[in-house]
């Protein structure tokens, strides 16, 4: 049986741009009995507002309050070497006394990682990478020193310092692509991995109620599934973002941002590839999969506003 966990709230640092209002934002929340502060991890102004540098306006928070966990949702991997970030994470977590909550992300603004003329690679090679940073960061945790050989990165019997108070290591949330999450696991696809990605995902794909009939009337191919995702399969190497540059008519690009088959950072990645002169994207909060359902009306005028351009 799972083990029920306590249901907590946070607050959002997005519009605390002084360390006025940072501390006055944390010092409330904290006597209303939130639970975490949590910041973003952004260069450019669009499309959440200017963000304070996350990790010193996190530790100006720790100092400032005593019981307030702190956190980022999320820091963008690529901008940080995960040897640089664990030492920042632990140290955190030391001088917090042990309030560290890890976000940590794969990226999805192409805009930018072009400003800070960072390579914006395709999505599965940055959820590898992803994948390795996490595993040296959480080795930097670890009683011993690390050496790790990956295709991204090369640690040597490196002693991380300092340790984190919590132990094996701070809380640790991904956000990266979830199909990616769900099915794989080190390296490796099974049936059961991918069964329980369907049991999760399809009865999110619509917010709205749908016909209670149709899972009798989908054929359920689950052979076929486990062929596409196996390792080395076509669901691991197809592979269209290199073309979608070369579009040339207008595209229109539909996300709801509950979406749990294409996450909507997938979707904005889709749009980024894609001639900025000729994509328009339009993000459906509330949203799962299937846009239209979900929000007919808005979707609609979208669609005939998109047509009539």
């Not at 940080?80 to 970030?85: D, E, G, I, Q, Y």
């Not at 592979?239 to 979608?244: I, K, Q, S, V, Y």
Request: hydrophobic residues 40%; proline residues 8%.
């Amino acid at each position: 049986m799972t083990r029920a966990r306590p249901f907590r709230f946070g607050v959002f640092g997005e519009n605390a741009r002084t360390g006025a209002v940072l501390v006055d934002t944390v010092r409330r929340a904290e006597d209303a009995g939130y639970s975490t502060f949590l910041i973003r991890d952004h260069f450019i102004e669009e499309p959440f507002g200017h963000q304070l540098a996350p990790l010193t306006a996190l530790a100006t928070v720790a100092a400032a309050t005593t019981r307030l966990r702190v956190g980022s949702l999320v820091l963008s991997n690529d901008y940080r070497h995960p040897v640089t970030l664990a030492k920042e994470i632990a140290t955190l977590d030391v001088l917090s006394n042990g309030r560290v909550e890890l976000g940590l992300g794969a990226g999805f603004s192409k805009a930018e990682y072009d400003g800070a003329g960072i390579p914006f690679d395709p999505p599965g090679v940055r959820v590898d990478r992803l994948k390795e940073a996490i595993h040296v960061v959480k080795g930097l945790f670890g009683d011993k020193p690390l050496t790790f050989a990956g295709k991204h990165y090369a640690i040597t019997n490196l002693d991380g310092y300092p340790k984190p108070v919590q132990r094996p290591h701070p809380p640790i949330l991904v956000g990266a692509l979830a199909r990616r999450r769900f099915v794989e696991s080190q390296g490796h696809t099974d049936v059961a991995s991918v069964d329980a990605w369907l049991r999760l995902a399809f009865p999110l794909y619509t917010r709205t109620p749908r016909d209670p009939d149709v899972a009798r009337r989908a054929v359920r191919r689950p052979e076929v599934t486990q062929w596409f995702t196996r390792p080395g399969g076509e669901g691991h190497t197809f592979n269209l973002f290199p073309d979608l540059s070369r579009v040339r008519c207008p595209t229109l690009v539909v996300g709801g941002e509950d979406d749990p088959m294409t996450p909507i950072e997938c979707q904005a990645d889709i749009a980024a590839a894609l001639p900025a002169h000729l994509v328009r994207f339009e993000r459906f909060p509330g949203c799962g999969h299937a846009v239209l359902p979900d929000a007919p009306e808005r979707a609609l005028a979208v669609i005939r506003d998109f047509i009539a351009r």
